[in-house]
């Protein structure tokens, strides 16, 4: 099979696989262990989680918070009202935001948000994805109608207020109350991400804090974002242009990373951060770190992860850790016995 062409990376799931919610209690999620050494599977959950791990291991968890960054508006333009959605992607500069759009937004588009809001599209993206643009954000004085830059500060306000949470489009359904919360990790401390870390979603407070008092952890920030879920699209991999996603560790996390004798990525984007500073020793930046089969990792040595979608960058990731053909035949262990999958699914730990 080969590792680099993009149809190894497809597989079928059945679509009542799909979480649409998550279980509770969080510790009652599946766990399916895969130990490397042994080559052996084992089906847990994750109240079983830390009987599993080496007592030296690090745990590095990624203590981004999503933000509420899908909103809606209508265009403002004659003989229209059309309603507009768009996904937060990142700022650019001064009052300049990078959205992902859906529908037929051209530039010089003004859209009306609400909590007094506007945005002017300035120019197509699309080399990032469909529906990519880049637009300026103020707000409108409303008598004057003078207009007022919309900064950093006060747009993520705006987002908090008047924004809801990216559920991803898979699930087909729209946010709740509950998934502020519930598509939140306990120990979410930076704003900055429009997807939650999923793997961390299985940890409550109390497994974390025991967690923490049984094994060295420390966390690091990785704004996860809207490029975590544009497909690939390039047959060969090896040609697919990695989104960049901003990430911070402090210097106590870069020490221990360096000097832990063991080390347990949790999630993704935790694996993606540790091998950047792995190979550049940046303490942040932007990464765009594509790890697959002919790309390992040099770090982490054992990875938690959820289930991802076919031809993804994630599930080419895991591919890193445990190749392909291995990648393939757990995932269909977990579709035999009925996991549930994706972003509120159960989860894997590779050792």
Same mark, same amino acid.
């Given at each position: $099979?080969?590792?680099l062409?993009?149809?190894?990376?497809?597989?079928?799931? %059945?679509?009542?696989?799909?979480?649409?919610? %998550?279980?509770?209690p969080?510790?009652?999620?599946?766990?399916?262990?895969?130990?490397?050494?042994?080559?052996?599977?084992?089906?847990?959950?994750?109240?079983?989680?830390?009987?599993f791990? %080496?007592?030296?291991?690090?745990?590095?968890?990624?203590?981004?918070?999503?933000?509420?960054?899908?909103i809606?508006?209508?265009?403002?333009?004659?003989?229209?009202k059309?309603?507009?959605?768009? *996904?937060?992607?990142?700022?650019?500069?001064?009052?300049i935001?990078?959205l992902?759009?859906?529908?037929r937004?051209?530039?010089?588009?003004?859209?009306?948000?609400?909590?007094?809001?506007?945005?002017?599209?300035l120019?197509?993206?699309?080399?990032?994805?469909?529906?990519?643009?880049e637009?300026?954000f103020?707000t409108?004085?409303?008598?004057?109608?003078?207009?007022?830059p $919309?900064?950093?500060?006060?747009?993520?306000?705006? &987002?908090?207020?008047?924004?809801?949470?990216?559920?991803?489009?898979? *699930?087909?359904?729209?946010?709740?109350?509950?998934?502020?919360?519930?598509?939140?990790?306990?120990?979410?401390?930076?704003?900055?991400?429009?997807?939650? %870390?999923?793997?961390?979603?299985? +940890?409550?407070?109390e497994?974390?804090?025991?967690?923490?008092?049984?094994f060295?952890?420390?966390e690091?920030?990785?704004?996860?974002?809207?490029?975590? +879920?544009?497909?690939?699209?390039?047959?060969?991999?090896?040609?697919?242009?990695?989104?960049?996603?901003? +990430?911070?560790?402090?210097?106590?996390?870069?020490?221990?990373?360096?000097s832990?004798?063991?080390i347990?990525?949790?999630?993704t984007?935790?694996?993606?951060v540790?091998?950047? +500073?792995?190979?550049?020793?940046?303490?942040?930046?932007e990464?765009?770190?594509?790890?697959?089969?002919? @790309?390992?990792? $040099?770090?982490v040595?054992?990875?938690?992860? @959820?289930?991802?979608?076919?031809k993804?960058?994630?599930?080419?990731?895991?591919?890193?850790?445990?190749?392909?053909?291995?990648?393939?035949?757990?995932?269909?262990?977990?579709?035999?016995?009925?996991?549930?999958?994706?972003?509120?699914?159960?989860?894997?730990?590779? &050792?």
């Amino acid at each position: $099979m080969d590792t680099l062409a993009l149809s190894s990376y497809d597989y079928t799931l %059945p679509k009542d696989r799909i979480a649409s919610f %998550p279980v509770s209690p969080k510790e009652s999620a599946k766990l399916l262990v895969f130990d490397r050494a042994k080559d052996t599977i084992t089906h847990a959950t994750f109240k079983d989680f830390p009987a599993f791990l %080496p007592k030296n291991t690090l745990l590095v968890f990624n203590n981004t918070k999503v933000l509420s960054a899908r909103i809606y508006g209508f265009k403002e333009i004659p003989q229209s009202k059309a309603r507009v959605e768009a *996904l937060f992607h990142k700022h650019l500069h001064d009052n300049i935001y990078l959205l992902q759009f859906k529908g037929r937004i051209k530039s010089g588009h003004l859209i009306a948000f609400p909590c007094n809001v506007y945005a002017r599209i300035l120019n197509d993206q699309n080399h990032l994805g469909a529906g990519f643009k880049e637009a300026e954000f103020f707000t409108r004085d409303s008598a004057t109608h003078e207009e007022k830059p $919309m900064e950093k500060e006060a747009f993520v306000l705006f &987002l908090e207020k008047c924004g809801h949470i990216p559920l991803p489009p898979y *699930l087909k359904r729209t946010d709740t109350q509950e998934d502020k919360d519930s598509y939140q990790t306990v120990f979410a401390k930076h704003l900055g991400a429009i997807a939650a %870390p999923t793997a961390s979603l299985h +940890f409550s407070h109390e497994s974390y804090k025991l967690l923490q008092e049984n094994f060295q952890t420390t966390e690091i920030t990785l704004h996860v974002g809207a490029g975590t +879920f544009v497909g690939v699209q390039e047959e060969n991999i090896l040609n697919h242009k990695m989104h960049k996603e901003s +990430f911070y560790l402090s210097k106590d996390s870069a020490d221990q990373i360096e000097s832990a004798p063991h080390i347990t990525a949790i999630g993704t984007t935790s694996a993606r951060v540790i091998e950047e +500073f792995a190979r550049n020793h940046s303490l942040s930046g932007e990464c765009d770190l594509f790890l697959h089969p002919a @790309n390992p990792p $040099m770090r982490v040595n054992a990875l938690l992860t @959820n289930f991802h979608l076919p031809k993804t960058t994630l599930l080419m990731l895991v591919a890193s850790f445990i190749g392909l053909e291995k990648t393939r035949a757990l995932y269909e262990e977990a579709i035999t016995k009925k996991y549930r999958f994706y972003s509120y699914g159960d989860g894997m730990l590779i &050792l």
